[in-house]
């Protein structure tokens, strides 16, 4: 065995190995929905310059979203309870009393100048505070100088060299750094050891630094970096909760926790057992057409897709990531297509062995590795890029989407570039393999490419016909926009909250069926306590909220109303402007990496198949009736994912045939393209729609919708790739060509000169 096959078979086991142990001793963390959690209500109060409103709560609600994430705790849920509550449900927390006393914290930062000690009876003077450092002594601060409007960010880092152990490192806004210069620069014109040369960080009413400008800091100058170090005797957890109440910002108003339970998860057992069962299912028959496939190759294709599974679950449970039922769902998904890669290793491999080049199936497995990893890694890094942006710049679900699916990419690229290499590597040098090259399933060309070598099509003949039927069924989707409009689940648009008291304990999938049959198929039903249920549906009338209250009392017989207000979305207004401007920079990102890697007009052509893929997808579900959720928005970012790899595959092989026939026209190579990537585009597709029906048939009610939304999504993204985003690239060509060519002067040239006779 060659050294680099060793090195890659030792680094697939250190890292099946590394991913037993953690998924044997790391549980993973569930979700409100298949799980449970903590449910905290919080209550606004008003203070003497600003109302607690329904403005302030929402402006509230948004920070703890912040505290939150902070906290470590993804897929929270925040909604807007009447005008001034907030429930904040947590699932899987250790602490729940400690997450609330964080999230009630006000956090009110300010940085004051030292007027020197107050003696133990000294009043406040007008503009003045008097408060105790840390060692107990009393200070006299001037009016704040900066406030945490005025910082930027803020870490708990832990100092080796030195020793000092934990520390917070306060950076402060472009504002803040001239402030905070003029601070420093004043206190530093004192002399050493003066007690005025201290400045008091203020957290609370409560002094928790006041260090002395260090000697080196000129007077008048100050510290001119922006940066500031507090130091305080912290423990690793005290660092990081005022790192967090720093860096999450001050509450607009104070808040009060007013109750704190348990709730039960939104879906029912039954659910989750059905949703287990159609995956279990999709991803045997995902495996059995691979086998079906490519025989040996597809046997050892579903051992790597095992381990696949196995490295994401680990890093999902290493990373502390919550897992719920459309995440899981998506990570079904996620093993159908992390087949891709494999399916272009084996087709590249079946081109080499059918061409000759290659005459053992062991050098045509080689070169077909070198040859598809270009498309592999070209696809993943536009992935990656976009997984990347999403969690920097978003929050909340998406952004815990942007960590699903960046694990997802890496474990799929350790699968089929390493692990499935190690497994085929090793069986193709077998001498009864070699002896055998059928079996391997690279030693025959396959069905898909057969019908078309018989056939011979020529789609790019004419690219203006398929753009038209695009154009046709985008205003189609449109005219679904238009005349049926959006219907917005909850999470968009808030809705109304009834909590009952009920005299026997209530099952709540019980619960659920039953207001599904009284017409209220979306309401999400939680158990809360022994005999507490909470309903949470779109805006009701009172006739509705009658029935609804009637249908839970039929169950619990005795049933008292607790609570009944109109809740806020859980997605709120800048939870959506985050996504989508995260979403709109994700795009900008990929359309350069695109354009550096191919040309721009392969970058733009993606681009616009993406965007046609996302419109009709959005333009169906308005036909549907079908509402857009924190799911479908799930959905919605897979098929976005998948529609760039597909397209990248589709340019990658355009770009390699240009490389070999420079001056040759276009639309011919992308004909060519897009028939060679053709059988790996419809074998890849099948992988994921078996997992997918499978989904969407015994999956319940609580997957059908974003197995829809996948199945509408990959179809739509498989013809988009081939019939969209090659044929806006040679009509971009086109264009470009014409712009460039030299237009024909015209030129009148005359003959002899005629003289007519004049008649006299």
Not at 731 to 750: D, I, K, M, Q, Y
Request: overall charge positive.
């Amino acid at each position: 065995m060659i050294r680099s096959a060793r090195v890659r078979a030792l680094f697939a086991l250190a890292v099946i190995a590394l991913s037993l142990y953690i998924a044997a001793t790391v549980p993973v963390r569930l979700g409100l929905d298949l799980r449970g959690g903590t449910q905290i209500v919080l209550e606004t109060r008003s203070t003497p310059t600003t109302e607690a409103g329904r403005a302030a709560t929402d402006r509230t609600l948004e920070v703890l979203r912040g505290r939150v994430d902070g906290l470590g705790v993804a897929e929270p849920t925040l909604v807007r309870s009447g005008a001034n509550r907030i429930i904040v449900e947590l699932p899987g927390v250790q602490d729940p009393k400690k997450a609330a006393d964080v999230l009630g914290r006000t956090a009110q930062l300010t940085f004051h100048p030292v007027l020197g000690p107050a003696g133990s009876q000294a009043a406040e003077k007008s503009g003045e505070r008097v408060l105790s450092d840390e060692s107990g002594q009393r200070l006299r601060l001037a009016a704040a100088a900066l406030t945490g409007k005025d910082v930027k960010g803020a870490d708990a880092r832990f100092d080796q060299e030195s020793g000092a152990g934990w520390h917070v490192t306060v950076d402060f806004d472009r504002a803040g750094r001239g402030r905070w210069a003029k601070l420093t620069g004043q206190a530093a014109c004192r002399p050493a050891g003066d007690p005025e040369r201290r400045v008091a960080i203020v957290l609370d009413d409560r002094i928790i630094s006041s260090p002395q400008i260090d000697p080196s800091v000129g007077c008048g100058t100050g510290i001119a970096g922006g940066s500031t170090m507090i130091t305080g005797a912290f423990d690793d957890g005290e660092a990081r909760e005022l790192a967090l109440l720093i860096k999450g910002g001050a509450l607009p108003v104070p808040v009060e926790t007013v109750e704190q339970h348990t709730v039960g998860p939104t879906l029912g057992a039954r659910a989750i057992a059905a949703s287990a069962w159609a995956a279990a299912i999709g991803t045997a028959l995902t495996a059995l057409f691979v086998i079906v496939v490519y025989r040996l190759m597809g046997v050892l294709a579903a051992v790597a897709l095992l381990a696949y599974g196995l490295i994401s679950y680990a890093a999902l449970a290493a990373l502390g990531a919550t897992l719920t039922l459309p995440g899981l769902a998506g990570f079904v998904l996620a093993i159908g297509m992390a087949v891709d890669a494999n399916v272009l290793v084996f087709e590249r491999a079946r081109e080499e062995y059918a061409s000759r080049h290659r005459p053992t199936t062991r050098s045509a497995l080689t070169a077909g590795f070198r040859n598809a990893f270009s498309a592999i890694a070209d696809s993943n890094v536009t992935t990656l890029i976009a997984a990347g942006l999403l969690f920097f710049l978003a929050s909340g679900p998406v952004r815990g989407f942007g960590v699903t699916l960046g694990i997802g990419v890496v474990a799929s690229m350790i699968s089929a570039l390493v692990i499935t290499r190690v497994l085929a590597d090793f069986a193709v040098s077998r001498r009864w393999v070699h002896r055998r090259p059928g079996v391997t399933g690279l030693a025959t060309t396959g069905r898909v490419r057969d019908a078309l070598a018989r056939r011979d099509p020529r789609p790019m003949r004419r690219p203006r016909r398929w753009l038209a039927a695009s154009a046709v069924v985008l205003a189609l989707a449109g005219s679904g926009i238009a005349l049926r409009g959006l219907d917005f689940g909850i999470e968009f648009t808030g809705g109304r909250l009834i909590e009952y008291d009920t005299g026997r304990a209530v099952d709540p999938e019980r619960a659920r069926t039953a207001l599904a049959d009284a017409g209220f198929p979306r309401a999400v039903v939680q158990s809360s306590g022994d005999t507490g249920l909470t309903v949470r549906t779109e805006e009701l009338t009172d006739a509705q909220a009658a029935a609804v209250t009637r249908t839970v009392g039929t169950l619990g017989g005795a049933t008292e109303k607790v609570r009944d207000e109109l809740i806020g979305p859980s997605l709120g207004d800048e939870l959506r402007r985050n996504a989508l401007i995260a979403l709109a920079v994700a795009l900008g990102a990929q359309l350069l990496y695109l354009a550096a890697r191919f040309r721009w007009l392969f970058g733009t052509a993606a681009v616009v198949a993406l965007t046609h893929d996302v419109f009709i997808l959005v333009g169906v579900f308005a036909w549907l009736g079908k509402p857009l959720d924190g799911v479908f928005l799930a959905a919605l970012l897979t098929v976005i994912g998948y529609s760039v790899n597909d397209s990248v595959v589709v340019f990658d092989r355009i770009r390699e045939l240009v490389r070999r026939e420079p001056r040759a026209p276009l639309a011919d190579l992308t004909d060519r393209a897009v028939l060679q990537t053709l059988p790996r585009t419809v074998n890849t597709g099948m992988g994921a729609l078996l997992i997918l029906a499978s989904l969407a048939v015994l999956g319940g009610d609580s997957l059908t919708d974003f197995a829809l939304a996948l199945l509408i999504g990959l179809v739509v993204g498989t013809y988009s790739s081939v019939f969209t985003a090659a044929p806006v690239a040679v009509e971009l060509h086109r264009l470009r060509r014409e712009r460039r060519r030299p237009r024909a002067r015209r030129t009148v040239r005359g003959g002899p000169r005629r003289t007519a006779a004049r008649r006299t």
